[in-house]
C-alpha cells in the first residue's frame, strides 16, 4: 500500500511538471531564426495607436503629414485620444488598439504616437496568438520598449526601436528608417563624423571595453526593461548584444537599473554591450554620485566583452532604427553595429 501510495505520488510530481514544461519552453525559449515582417512600400497603411501617455487631437495631424511624405497612410486607433489619469485610456482598450491593429490585414504598420508610461500595464492582456499569425512592423522607444520585447520574445519576429509618432523625423533618423524597413538593406549603424580638423564625431563613442562581437540585437529603455524583470515576456539573454538608453534619471539611479540587471544574471549572459544617451541624466542634488562613464566602467568591464557608450540610441532628435532580434556585429573600437541580415522581408 505504501508503495503504491509513493508511486502515485511519483506519477502525479511527473504530470504536473509535464503540463508546466510547455508554457516554461514558450518563455524562455529562442528560436535560432526569426521571422521578418513584410517591408513597407509606397501606398501602405500605418496604424497609429496610444499605448502609453496620452497625446492631444493636435499632435495627429503632424504624424499624418509626415507618414503621407514618406508615401503612407495613416489609420487611427479606436482609442487613440483616450486618457485615464496619466496613461492613454483604460488597459482594456489600449490593448484593444494593438491587438486589432495587427488583425487588420490593411494596416501594414504599428506607429505609436509617443511613449510615457502604460506598455507594460497591458503586456497581459496582449492576444500573443493572434499577433503571432500577423507579423507586421511595430516601431518606438521609450516606454515602447516593452511591446517590443514582449512580441519579440512572444511571437518571433522582429520588432523596430525608433521614431515613435511625435518623434522629430529629420533627415538622419528617415534615412536610417527608408533604409531599413522600406528598402530591406543591412546596414552598418555609425555615429556621423564631421568634416572639420578634430575629425570628431556629432556624438562622441567611448569604448569601455574593445573588440567585436556577434549576436542578436535586443533592448531599449533601462527603466522599462528592468521593470519587466520576473516576467513571462523577456527573451532568452545568452550571446545577445544589448542596447540600452535612459532619459531624466539620477546617475545614482542608473547604478541602481544596472546592478539589477547583473544580480538577474542578464549581463553575465550577453556577447557585446552598447548604451546609447542617457539624455538629462545628472549627478543629483548633492552633486557626489559617480559619473555615468565609471558607473559603466564598474558594471560592463568586468564581463570583458566588446562595449561602448555613445551610441546615437534613446531620447535625441537624430537616432537609429534598430531591428530587435536581427543578427548583427558590433565593433566597440569604432562604435559600428552591422546588420549581417536584412531586418524585413
Request: hydrophobic letters at 40%; glycine letters at 8%.
Amino acid at each position: 500500500m505504501q508503495c503504491d501510495r509513493r508511486l502515485f505520488l511519483r506519477n502525479i510530481t511527473l504530470a504536473v511538471l509535464a503540463s508546466q514544461l510547455p508554457l516554461q519552453v514558450k518563455a524562455n525559449s529562442q528560436p535560432n531564426s526569426v521571422i521578418k515582417p513584410s517591408r513597407l512600400k509606397a501606398g501602405d497603411t500605418v496604424g497609429l495607436i496610444s499605448p502609453a501617455s496620452p497625446i492631444n487631437a493636435a499632435d495627429i495631424d503632424p504624424v499624418v503629414q509626415t507618414l503621407a511624405s514618406l508615401g503612407l497612410k495613416a489609420k487611427l486607433g479606436k482609442h487613440i485620444l483616450d486618457r485615464y489619469g496619466d496613461i492613454a485610456g483604460k488597459d482594456s482598450d489600449r490593448a484593444a488598439d494593438v491587438n486589432q491593429m495587427f488583425a487588420d490585414t490593411s494596416v501594414s504598420a504599428i506607429l505609436p504616437m509617443r511613449g510615457g508610461w502604460g506598455c507594460n500595464r497591458i503586456l497581459p492582456l496582449l492576444d500573443y496568438d493572434l499577433i503571432r499569425q500577423h507579423p507586421k512592423i511595430i516601431i518606438g522607444y521609450s516606454d515602447i520598449t516593452s511591446l517590443l520585447i514582449a512580441i519579440y520574445a512572444r511571437c518571433g519576429f522582429v520588432t523596430f526601436h525608433g521614431p515613435v509618432g511625435t518623434s522629430t523625423w529629420n533627415s538622419f533618423s528617415v534615412d536610417y528608417f527608408k533604409r531599413i524597413i522600406f528598402d530591406s538593406k543591412a546596414v552598418t549603424l555609425q555615429n556621423p563624423i564631421i568634416a572639420n580638423n578634430l575629425n570628431s564625431t556629432t556624438i562622441k563613442v567611448e569604448t569601455i571595453t574593445p573588440g567585436k562581437a556577434r549576436g542578436r540585437l535586443i533592448g531599449g529603455n533601462l527603466s522599462v526593461l528592468t521593470a519587466m524583470m520576473g516576467s513571462a515576456y523577456l527573451p532568452s539573454w545568452q550571446q545577445k548584444i544589448l542596447f540600452l538608453e535612459e532619459v531624466g534619471e539620477d546617475i545614482y539611479r542608473v547604478d541602481r537599473m544596472l546592478t539589477q540587471l547583473k544580480l538577474a544574471g542578464i549581463l553575465q549572459q550577453i556577447s557585446g554591450f552598447i548604451f546609447g544617451q542617457c539624455t538629462n541624466c545628472s549627478p543629483g542634488k548633492d552633486n557626489q554620485s559617480l559619473p555615468l562613464q565609471e558607473v559603466l566602467l564598474n558594471h560592463i568591464q568586468p564581463l570583458h566583452i566588446p562595449a561602448w557608450y555613445g551610441s546615437m540610441i534613446g531620447h535625441i532628435k537624430d537616432k537609429f532604427t534598430l531591428p530587435v532580434g536581427v543578427l548583427v556585429e558590433i565593433n566597440a573600437n569604432t562604435g559600428t553595429i552591422q546588420m549581417l541580415e536584412s531586418a524585413v522581408s
